[in-house]
């Protein structure tokens, strides 16, 4: 017969935010279709990490030379597949599996440091800013990071800053202080609405088809990846 199947590490993917869609994967193909990694990459395919979660190969998936690093996180699957398995939701959880044991491309530590201190994942200078009017764009909002710090910090540990919290309106990135409306701001109301709901990924995107009856798989047309 063929592989095992390592049972315990599909259970620790059930147990990772989005992680246990993976059981319901058929091997359709229909994610590798439009997915764009998969074209420009040959080792790169969806479809195939979906199968290795289902043989729980651990080594293949976890670690900084995976290929799940290779997803755009461009969500085509997800609209794909007649399954709801959400492909790309297993892949981030695969991803934050990796980084919670701290094997994670080093690029991809840069981007998480300078989200996590700057609120962007690149460098905004002011001279973005002045592009960005020439092309009649609004600035770009400056970030909390303290408020940002706080939601990423340890819960037992972390608090919310008094100056930084759910009431302060962001402001275009070096902007004075002025008037609440205008480009780039966001109403105090607003934002205090938007922090009230939970996000479409927080709560798992579409209604949990798991839990509360799962959506109809369609028929589909097969790939031939
Ligand atoms: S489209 Fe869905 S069911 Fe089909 S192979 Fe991809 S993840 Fe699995
Ligand atoms: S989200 Fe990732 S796996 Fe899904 S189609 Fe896009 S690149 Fe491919």
């Known amino acids: 017969m063929g592989s095992k199947i390592a049972f315990t590490f599909r259970e620790q993917l059930d147990g990772t935010i989005g992680g246990d869609h993976h059981n319901y994967c058929l091997q359709c193909g229909a994610c590798v279709a439009g997915c764009p990694a998969a074209r420009y990459s040959e ?6 990490i ?4 289902l043989l729980g190969q651990e080594e293949e998936l976890i670690g900084a030379d995976s290929v799940i690093w290779l997803c755009t996180n461009c969500y085509t699957c997800y ?3 007649p399954q709801d398995v959400r492909p790309i939701e297993v892949i981030i959880a695969l991803k934050n599996m990796a980084a919670e044991r701290g ?3 080093d690029e991809v530590n840069k981007f998480a440091e300078m989200i996590s201190s700057r609120g962007h994942s690149a460098v905004l ?3 973005v800013n002045r592009r960005r ?8 909002p400056r970030v909390p990071v303290e408020e940002l710090t706080a939601i990423l910090a340890d819960p037992e540990e972390g608090e919310v800053p008094s100056g930084g919290g759910a009431g302060e309106v962001l402001e275009p990135l070096g902007s004075k202080a002025g ?3 205008g480009p780039g701001k966001v109403r105090p109301e ?13 709560s798992g995107g579409k209604a949990s088809a798991k839990k509360v009856g799962r959506k109809k798989p369609r028929t589909t047309k097969r790939s031939n990846r």
């Open 43 to 48: 080792d790169f395919n969806p479809r195939t």
């Open 50 to 53: 979906l199968l290795k979660t």
């Open 79 to 81: 609209e794909r597949c």
């Open 103 to 105: 094997v994670l491309p």
């Open 125 to 127: 200078s002011e001279s």
């Open 133 to 140: 009017e020439k092309l009649g764009l609004d600035p770009i």
């Open 179 to 181: 008037s609440q409306e």
């Open 190 to 202: 607003k934002r205090a609405g938007v922090e009230k709901k939970p996000s479409k990924k927080a």
